[in-house]
């Protein structure tokens, strides 16, 4: 048995979900700091890159990244269907116990999955907190905005919930319906379910290699309307206590 085959006959206790749109600049690095900091956890894990439609040969770099790390796993969609689909074809393929989920572009660091991995031994859902951006001013005000009209409307606590670097237990997934623009909502999508929830702070790092796919115009008014979905489930979310059953 090959070193491959022997790696994926192990069940792992790690499932690392990235979506990959465009990103092939960044990838090498990223596998490099994955496998750097997830070696010391002496922890089994696997890695699934979901290419969501990319045009830039990323599909080719995973490929070649996979002769020589046989944690990786690629999933390549036809076409771009977004950020959301990505995250739910990773969490349906994703064998470990604990799912954890960051983007590709290594504004998120991958020594701190650590952090997460700490903190989840007492909750179910771990978020990661930027509490120190590294990102224009314009977009670290139309995220602090977004944000308190967010908590405000969810009623929801948690100071950042843009960030993709957050750990879920398995289970958490076990009855959610995932629509589009929802990855943004995990922490209360857990929360209706039962599950506990918590933040820790982690790095933020300038991006190195292309571009981001996000801006104030394509995100503002699509996460309004995703935001009154998440209120109205809220509101309607079916809640009872049986004192008595015979």
């Known amino acids: 048995m090959n070193m491959s085959e022997q790696t994926k006959s ?15 600049e960044n990838l090498i690095l990223l ?5 750097k900091h997830m070696q010391p956890l002496s922890k089994e894990y696997e890695v699934l890159l979901v ?4 045009t830039d040969g990323s599909s080719e770099i995973i490929r070649t990244l996979q002769s020589d790390n046989p944690h990786l796993r690629l999933i390549r969609f036809g076409h771009n269907h977004g950020q959301t689909a990505a995250f739910s ?5 994703a064998r470990g116990d604990i799912i954890v989920t960051m983007d590709a572009d290594l504004q998120n660091s991958p020594a701190d999955i650590h952090l997460l991995l700490d903190a989840i031994k007492d909750y179910d859902v771990v978020c990661g907190w930027r509490h120190k951006r590294n990102d224009p001013w314009i977009r670290k005000v139309s ?7 967010r ?6 606590t948690i100071a950042d919930t843009g960030c993709s670097l957050k750990a879920f237990r398995r289970e958490c997934f076990k009855n959610i319906k995932l629509y589009n623009g929802l990855h943004r909502f995990f922490p209360t999508l857990m929360k209706m379910e039962g599950f506990t929830v918590t933040q820790v702070k982690v790095g933020h790092y300038p991006r190195i290699h292309g571009h981001s796919k996000y801006n104030i115009r394509n ?3 699509a996460s309004f309307k995703d935001l009154l979905a998440i209120r109205w489930m809220k509101k309607r979310t079916i809640n009872y206590d049986i004192v008595e059953e015979d």
């Open 10 to 24: 192990h069940k792992p206790e790690i499932s690392i979900v990235i979506p990959v749109y465009n990103e092939r």
């Open 31 to 35: 596998d490099e700091e994955i496998t």
């Open 51 to 54: 290419d969501d439609g990319s």
């Open 89 to 93: 074809a990773g969490f349906n393929k």
């Open 143 to 149: 995220s602090k905005i977004a944000n308190a009209v």
């Open 151 to 156: 908590n405000s409307l969810s009623e929801e």
């Open 219 to 221: 995100r503002l008014l």
